[in-house]
């Protein structure tokens, strides 16, 4: 895999680059949509190419539970297992360190789960997921890191730095071992953690850096923290992160979060909020969020976004999706689903293309100045 940087903006840290894989070409900066059991809810493959996906991602801990590794390899892995031919990052399991807290126990050797599902007991360590996200076949792997939760105390964060820097060795031993099992490469993520301690970022950074080859991930944030201690932790991490491979702020966020991020050095991002909001009937337009569920629109017969550059925002209104909410019919969670992964890519494509220009720095802040007035965006 390969970075290339193109453009920087000359008053923020925004940049463009070029991040090629063997399942082809990603332009950064980049939003990727979350397929968490490998499929993007409601979402198609070809409807996701269709309105600028140009990376998904799967996520190991879920992937292994169901269908399980075996089916997957069996099918030759994820990207032909979920008809999907463009790249794919895999996240290693380390997030339901966190996000299933009462379920799992860490021990030096790994984290022993309670499946949500059944309740049957499952060990992972840092070379199983290694192991697990070969069988995958992700052009991206993350590594196996502890993501504590943004209230913990300081010895809780020094704790999951360490054991983040040791299993990220045992990952990076295990891959040596074991070559690719398909004919392209995948490329390992380390991911830096320190909660909003600044020194404790930079230990992490400086421990992680020898085993990163093309991307470092930031994790530990939007899990709990005050949000603008988490953006002077984002603006940290770009004096401490590699200037020539892409940093990617993993679960984050907002539309706001997303340009203040780009302003701070970040590349490449995930969120569920786009299509977990969708499902609740909030829908990101040019406008702010709309709650469509909302008896005003029961007759409001206007667009749901005429400014929106998938033609189901100007095709359906108001009224319509709300009626389809209300009658649980699965087409109102498709175009809700839809036109707000529409509006991040977008976000993302007009970003790009404003630090491209040279304009980027005035603009997003006229943008977040607007957004600051919108419901939901901020």
């Known amino acids: 895999m390969k970075f290339t940087l193109q453009n920087s903006d000359p008053n923020t840290s925004a940049r463009t680059g070029i991040l090629k894989t063997d399942h082809g070409e990603i332009e950064t900066p980049i939003f990727m949509p979350v397929g968490t059991v490998?499929?993007?809810k409601t979402i198609?493959?070809?409807?996701?190419?269709?309105?600028?996906?140009?990376?998904?991602?799967?996520?190991?801990?879920?992937?292994?539970?169901?269908?399980?590794?075996?089916?997957?390899?069996?099918?030759?892995?994820?990207?032909?297992f979920n008809s999907w031919n463009k790249p794919i990052l895999t996240d290693s399991g380390g997030f339901q360190v966190f996000s299933l807290a009462k379920l799992n126990k860490i021990t030096d050797e790994g984290v022993n789960f309670q499946s949500h599902l059944d309740g049957s007991r499952h060990m992972f360590t840092p070379e199983f997921s290694m192991e697990i996200q070969r069988n995958l076949g992700a052009d991206i792997i993350m590594a196996f890191d502890v993501c504590p939760p943004g209230d913990s105390d300081k010895s809780t964060v020094i704790n999951a730095v360490e054991q983040t820097s040791r299993w990220m060795k045992r990952c990076n031993d295990w891959l040596k071992k074991n070559p690719e099992l398909y004919n392209y490469k995948q490329t390992v993520f380390p991911i830096i953690q320190g909660s909003v301690n600044h020194e404790l970022r930079r230990k992490s950074a400086e421990e992680l850096i020898q085993y990163s080859?093309?991307?470092?991930?930031?994790?530990?944030?939007?899990?709990?923290?005050?949000?603008?201690?988490?953006?002077?932790?984002?603006?940290?991490?770009?004096?401490?992160?590699?200037?020539?491979?892409?940093?990617?702020?993993?679960?984050?966020?907002?539309p706001s979060d997303l340009v203040k991020s780009v302003r701070r050095g970040v590349d490449m991002f995930d969120c569920v909020m786009p299509t977990r909001n969708g499902r609740n009937g909030h829908i990101f337009t040019s406008e702010g969020v709309m709650n469509i569920k909302n008896e005003k629109f029961k007759h409001d017969f206007s667009p749901i976004d005429a400014n929106s550059s998938h033609e189901w925002g100007n095709i359906f209104s108001k009224s319509y999706v709300r009626h389809l909410f209300n009658i649980n019919e699965v087409l109102g969670l498709r175009i809700?689903?839809?036109?707000?992964?529409?509006?991040?890519?977008?976000?993302?494509?007009?970003?790009?293309?404003?630090?491209?220009?040279?304009?980027?720095?005035?603009?997003?802040?006229?943008?977040?100045?607007?957004?600051?007035?919108?419901?939901?965006?901020?």
């Open 213 to 254: 080859t093309c991307g470092m991930a930031i994790g530990g944030l939007a899990v709990g923290e005050e949000k603008n201690a988490m953006m002077d932790t984002v603006e940290f991490c770009d004096t401490v992160l590699p200037k020539d491979q892409p940093r990617y702020l993993m679960g984050v966020g907002k």
């Open 44 to 80: 198609a493959p070809k409807e996701l190419k269709d309105f600028g996906s140009q990376i998904i991602l799967g996520n190991t801990y879920h992937l292994y539970l169901r269908p399980g590794i075996d089916v997957i390899n069996e099918a030759g892995g994820l990207h032909k």
């Open 38 to 40: 490998g499929a993007v």
């Open 336 to 378: 809700a689903s839809t036109l707000n992964l529409a509006y991040y890519l977008d976000l993302m494509k007009q970003m790009r293309e404003k630090i491209n220009e040279g304009n980027f720095d005035v603009w997003s802040q006229s943008l977040l100045a607007e957004m600051a007035t919108q419901k939901g965006m901020f």
